[in-house]
């Protein structure tokens, strides 16, 4: 089993300089073997793809018609060249679109490179970090203790707020928790992020209010910049107040995007650990966010990564995870089963016609799901 632990890093002017060029210099072989293959078929498209081998037996070739190509990590070259014969498989299986070339006028850019021998390594008290071509790079990680022995690839990223991170492919041993015999049913809402079958309710953060002023405060300063520098004749890339306004506006995405994922990580760790089966809702979140009034805040609650969590997580730790249709599942009555019918959103709480019994909507959703999943598990 293999896990990813992601890692910020801190390199100096000389290592960013590098990191950079790697970006060019990758992304430059990506396009040139992606166009030489795209000429290749054009000229004659009975032709069969070329492999991974030989493609990369035209990498010699490549850097002697560009040496600097030799300045940088060789391996991160390979890895370019390998990915884009994977994209190339995964096209002609139909799980994937045809690859593009790449551009560097995307903020983000990363490069693979794969572990050869020690040349991607912790120190000691696993502050810093080698890597190829590199040397010793300042790094802050929330996982503690990775052994070098279990790294397997590392890719070097750079976000659209100029920070670079690491993602570290790790070898992991089976971490199975202890059985619980716990059974829970997950109802995802706006009100509370998820409502348990057992009663417990999860409160919603609602990031999007909480950094509403300060994204509108910035994002009118990257319009005002923006047009001043088209006003006055000059590249958005070379205009400084520019770029500085369009980076605040993207740390205050990543701040949002960070708290909202530990915040579920916390969650659904502690859910994990306390029930061995989780039954979840299988919400069509498209059809849902054509709701202009609730569209904003059914994407603040991230309820895909929410169901993600739980699936890798119950996959890592031994335990069970399954989606079941919710249809009908806040119009059922929990305990006889009857059909009370479709209720406004308004409506909070309700007793049944048939039992008389008081329900929460929500508990009660949570509920019939762990019900239809607990049916869906006795016919399988």
């Known amino acids: 089993m293999y896990r990813g632990i992601e890692c910020k890093i801190y ?4 290592q960013q300089l590098k990191i950079e060029q790697t970006f060019g210099c990758t992304r430059f072989v990506w396009n040139e073997m992606l166009n030489m293959i795209n000429q290749r078929y054009q000229n004659n498209n009975e032709l069969k793809m070329l492999s991974y081998p030989k493609l990369s037996a035209l990498l010699p070739a490549l850097k002697l018609e560009y040496p600097w190509l030799k300045d940088i990590d060789s391996v991160a070259i390979q890895c370019a060249v390998k990915t884009l014969s994977e994209t190339f498989d995964r096209f002609f299986k139909g799980y994937s679109r045809y690859p593009k070339f790449k551009s560097k006028k995307i903020t983000r850019q990363s490069y693979l490179s794969t572990i050869r021998g020690n040349n991607i390594r912790f120190n000691d008290n696993q502050r810093y970090i080698k890597l190829p071509k590199l040397g010793w790079v300042k790094c802050k990680s929330s996982v503690q203790h990775i052994e070098n022995s279990r790294i397997k690839s590392v890719t070097v990223t750079r976000k659209s707020t100029g920070y670079y991170y690491i993602s570290l492919l790790v070898e992991s041993d089976n971490q ?9 049913g997950i109802d995802l809402g706006l009100t509370h992020l998820a409502i348990t079958s057992d009663g417990k309710k999860y409160a919603s953060q609602r990031l999007h209010l909480k950094y509403k002023k300060q994204l509108h405060y910035w994002e009118k300063r990257v319009a005002r910049r923006r047009l001043n520098a088209i006003k006055n004749g000059m590249p958005l890339k070379d205009a400084k107040n520019y770029q500085k306004a369009k980076r605040q506006v993207a740390r205050i995405h990543e701040k949002i995007v960070n708290t909202r994922k530990d915040y579920i990580h916390k969650i659904t760790t502690d859910l994990v650990e306390r029930y061995d089966l989780i039954v979840l809702e299988d919400l ?16 603040s609650q991230s309820w895909r990564i929410f169901r993600t969590f739980i699936e890798y997580k119950c996959v890592m730790y031994s335990k069970t995870s399954m989606t079941v249709n919710p249809y009908k599942s806040s119009q059922y009555c929990s305990s006889c ?12 709480c309700w007793i049944c016609s048939e039992c008389s019994t008081e329900h929460d909507r929500d508990i009660n959703a949570s509920k019939n799901i762990l019900n239809f999943g607990l049916e869906q598990a006795l016919v399988k």
């Open 11 to 14: 390199p100096n002017k000389a």
């Open 176 to 184: 199975a928790l202890p059985k619980t015999g716990k059974s829970v």
């Open 284 to 299: 069509k979140t498209s059809n849902l966010m054509k709701n202009h009034k609730l569209s904003r805040s059914i994407a």
């Open 337 to 348: 089963g009857f059909d009370s019918g479709k209720k406004t959103l308004d409506v909070r």
